[in-house]
């Protein structure tokens, strides 16, 4: 073939296309990444409006250890970024109770079995196992190698961890709260409480429904080489589209993807530049995205339906975007918070909160003396899909308004003094992420032996491929990265 080919295309720079496109390139490729936004990072970007850098989303970032794969990214092409390891990482806040979440997991245990009326055995039991299952699964992502497709050295060190998966079994298709039940924890509410604030930003849905081995991993995320990215998330992803291009590929910002279609030999991508022609096209959208790109109703590739389907029962996000002054005698430290206002109530809807507050050495994300705050909660994209405008607009108004009382009540010296605010809707989430409908999290892992259906890349037709965190394994920004790892590791094998 000419060399105008490519030998794949990548739509959108979200972690999952950064991933596979930087994979591709350390493997030889010959790649293309194309992102219709004029920054990188999908939901996990950082973004400009008033002066002011925003995250897109409030949230942590795991993966930062040196032997996992951004700290390894970071050092093996010498990425221009910074890490802050702060301590504690995250405090949950009720009306009733505060729960520092620092970086030594011990400590966390013995401040819950410490609270009044704690079940202490339970408790210990309860984590023992959790070590256990978690210890088993975090190395399928700190090592993507582990991870489809396997060679014959991968199966054999599978064999030789077999033990490590015993403890799974059990749990496997059943929700973390029978686990609780089992454990006599159910009507523990501090710890209810932490777990259902945890999985609803990590496995999307509270913890009586999650899927147990989902979220005993889940519930190790803070200790998994979780940091704060100085400066925002997005400098780690334009310093990834930097090692791409200092190793060959071609990054196209602002070139959006209007149309993908076979050829003989592969796929033509029209984008707003002009057409690249590529041996293999890798999506980094949703599903809904994927049949935009390929003019396909629904029906014609049922994997792909029912892929969208499972993403439409979860969520979307409202958002508070504001500026503050920080308290008197503030540490000058990042900080993140969940706010949980209702312990009985669901944890959506303005009633659990999760506020990501910029650190003074965030250059570039206010002015001195201030701090940007993004602020997020999930709505159901189910519940939006059936209202009108003017149905949504209300909603909206009256869930902005809880949003600001729930902060004014749990985070009281943060709120203070805001000099700025601007809010956000699934629509204003679409526009600053280009996420179909503004969902947001991927599929819930609600319990049911489905989540392990497929546990590889996904191949939607010959030579196009899904990433991202609608597709294993999940829905964190490490594993959407680990996942575009392995779908290189899929085209390696066959291009």
Request: charged letters at 20%.
């Amino acid at each position: 073939m000419a060399d105008t080919w490519y030998d794949a295309v990548v739509v959108g720079a979200g972690f999952g296309g950064l991933g596979t496109a930087l994979e591709l390139c350390r493997r030889g490729a010959r790649v293309a990444l194309c992102e219709g936004l004029n920054y990188p990072g999908g939901c996990a970007s950082t973004f400009r409006r008033g002066g002011y850098g925003f995250e897109s989303g409030a949230t942590l970032f795991s993966g930062f250890g040196e032997h996992q794969l951004f700290g390894r990214w970071i050092r093996d092409h010498a990425l221009d970024v910074t890490v802050d390891w702060l301590d504690p990482l995250v405090e949950l806040r009720t009306p009733g109770m505060r729960l520092p979440v620092h970086r030594d997991r011990d400590r966390l245990i013995a401040e819950l079995r410490a609270l009044p009326g704690a079940p202490v055995q339970g408790i210990r039991r309860f984590f023992e196992l959790q070590a256990q299952v978690a210890g088993a699964l975090w190395p399928l992502f700190d090592d993507p190698d582990l991870l489809p497709p396997l060679s014959l050295k991968t199966l054999m060190r599978h064999a030789g961890r077999a033990w490590s998966y015993a403890p799974l079994t059990r749990w496997l298709g059943r929700p973390l709260g029978a686990v609780l039940a089992n454990h006599g924890l159910e009507g523990f509410t501090p710890l209810r409480t932490y777990l259902d604030a945890l999985c609803q930003i990590t496995v999307q849905c509270a913890a009586a429904e999650a899927e147990a081995p989902f979220a005993f991993a889940a519930m190790d995320y803070y200790w998994r080489g979780t940091g704060h990215v100085r400066g925002g998330i997005g400098r780690l992803a334009t310093a990834l589209t930097k090692a791409i291009t200092d190793r060959g590929g071609d990054v196209l910002l602002a070139n959006r993807v209007r149309a993908v279609t076979p050829v003989d030999g592969g796929w033509r991508v029209t984008a707003r530049r002009g057409e690249l022609l590529a041996r293999h096209v890798v999506a980094n959208v949703l599903p809904h995205g994927l049949r935009t790109l390929l003019d396909a109703p629904v029906g014609r590739m049922p994997r792909v339906d029912a892929l969208a389907e499972r993403v439409d029962g979860g969520w979307g996000a409202a958002m508070l975007y504001l500026v503050v002054r920080p308290p008197e005698g503030d540490s000058g430290a990042a900080h993140h918070f969940e706010l949980v206002r209702d312990e009985g109530a669901p944890f959506i809807e303005g009633n659990h909160l999760f506020a990501s507050i910029s650190g003074a050495a965030d250059e570039g994300r206010a002015r001195p003396g201030q701090r940007t705050v993004t602020v997020s909660t999930h709505v159901p994209l189910k519940k939006l899909a059936s209202m009108t405008p003017e149905e949504q607009a209300k909603y909206f108004a009256g869930l902005h308004a809880r949003m600001r009382e729930n902060l004014d009540a749990l985070l009281p010296e943060w709120m203070a003094n805001v000099v700025h605010a601007m809010t956000g809707s699934p629509r204003t989430f679409q526009r600053f992420t280009l996420r179909e409908a503004g969902a947001v999290g991927g599929v819930p892992r609600r319990a049911g032996l489905d989540n392990y259906r497929i546990l590889g890349p996904f191949q939607a037709q010959r030579g196009l491929w899904l990433v991202g965190d609608s597709v294993f394994p999940g829905q964190s920004t490490l594993a959407t990265a680990v996942g575009g790892v392995r779908t290189a590791a899929s085209i390696a094998a066959v291009r």
